[in-house]
T-cell receptor, first 115, second 111 residues
Framework: SAVISQKPSRDICQRGTSLTIQCQVD?????MFWYRQQPGQSLTLIAT?????????ESGFVIDKFPISRPNLTFSTLTVSNMSPEDSSIYLC????????????FGPGTRLTVT | RKEVEQDPGPFNVPEGATVAFNCTYS??????FFWYRQDCRKEPKLLMS???SGNEDGRFTAQLNRASQYISLLIRDSKLSDSATYLC????????????FGAGTRLAVHP
């Protein structure tokens, strides 16, 4: 499976500010995804990051709040904008497997605390 | 009704025990099924995909019943290192790839 890294691994931010999270993969992948895991909860898909086109957002998530970039096949960023304490979560990127289309592998996550 | 529902847990079992997790999904159009394992403060890791014919990987056996929309995971001869949260995951497939996660079942294996 691909090796996925995320930066930063954790951050503490003040409300009203924005944070950009980076996801880097060691091989070219077609599909990249961004998930959120709120404290004590399971994972929820935020959006699918498509290379060369706009991201596809899930219900409840909007581009103004979570802008995503996908400049190439190995990199993506997720920005959490105008943060509030409710945005405190772990944010994870994932990539689709190149050999088994529907399997996904996750990065280590970014633990965000908003004060 | 949640899209993916799992046993609430936690399961506390001794080493060597056999433990079974159950999961049901609501969308009959679901195409792909998985079990992920998540250790505390870590990312989910794919444990195994679940195929219609059932599949086994060492001490782990997964079963799928499409008619009942039911997935199971059996762990035999539990080890201390099996302690984790097990996530039942479903995808509609068909090129969309959205994964829908269950809330997870926590397993604690004790000596």
């Amino acid at each position: 499976s691909a090796v996925i890294s995320q930066k930063p691994s954790r951050d503490i931010c003040q409300r009203g500010t924005s944070l950009t999270i980076q996801c880097q993969v060691d091989s070219q992948v077609t599909m990249m995804f961004w998930y959120r895991q709120q404290p004590g909860q399971s994972l929820t898909l935020i959006a699918t990051a498509n290379q060369g086109s706009e991201a596809t957002y899930e219900s409840g998530f909007v581009i103004d709040k979570f802008p995503i970039s996908r400049p190439n096949l190995t990199f993506s960023t997720l920005t959490v904008s105008n943060m509030s304490p409710e945005d405190s979560s772990i944010y994870l990127c994932s990539v689709g497997s190149s050999s088994k289309f529907y399997e996904q592998y996750f990065g280590p996550g970014t633990r965000l605390t908003v004060t | 009704r949640k899209e993916v529902e799992q046993d609430p847990g936690p399961f506390n079992v001794p080493e060597g025990a056999t433990v079974a997790f159950n999961c049901t999904y609501s969308n009959s159009a679901s195409q792909s099924f998985f079990w992920y394992r998540q250790d505390c403060r870590k990312e989910p890791k794919l444990l195994m995909s679940v195929y219609s014919s059932g599949n086994e990987d060492g001490r782990f056996t997964a079963q799928l019943n499409r008619a009942s929309q039911y997935i199971s995971l059996l762990i035999r001869d539990s080890k201390l290192s099996d302690s984790a949260t097990y996530l039942c995951v479903v995808s509609l497939g068909s090129g969309y790839n959205k994964l829908i996660f269950g809330a997870g079942t926590r397993l604690a294996v004790h000596p």
